[in-house]
């Protein structure tokens, strides 16, 4: 069984920066495929970004494309979300999850949630 612990979130201005972090308890990490999805009020939960095992490759959703950086510090076993000019609708409850075997964008890919932290973004 892997755990996965999100933190560091919390309320951030429009046009703001937030980072956070989702720690893993998996013995062999870096086999590991990572993604960070989310869900806003009254809508269903989506992709916002992945990583592959060893960082190389990278994908985003097209809504935070060129503002949110996916990276991954496997020593520490780390998986981090940079967030920057941050917009009202990026609130949601952002969910890392993992998956040792499916690179993909759709939920039902990863076998491994944390539960979750809350971003909110104000005006």
């Known amino acids: 069984q892997v755990h996965l612990v999100e933190s560091g979130g919390g309320l951030v201005q429009a046009g703001g920066s937030l980072r956070i972090s989702c720690v893993s308890s998996?013995?062999?990490?870096?086999?590991?495929?990572m993604a960070w999805f989310r869900r806003s009020p009254g809508k269903e939960r989506e992709f916002v970004a992945r990583i592959d095992g060893n960082g190389d490759n990278t994908d985003y959703a097209d809504s935070v494309k060129d503002r949110f950086t996916i990276s991954r510090d496997n020593a520490r076993k780390v998986v981090f979300l940079q967030m920057n000019s941050m917009k009202l609708e990026d609130t949601a409850v952002y969910y890392c999850?993992?998956?040792?075997?499916?690179?993909?964008?759709?939920?039902?890919?990863?076998?491994?949630w944390g539960q979750g932290t809350q971003v909110t973004v104000s005006s």
């Open positions: 998996a013995r062999f990490f870096s086999t590991w495929n």
């Open positions: 999850a993992t998956s040792n075997w499916n690179w993909d964008t759709s939920a039902s890919a990863y076998s491994h």
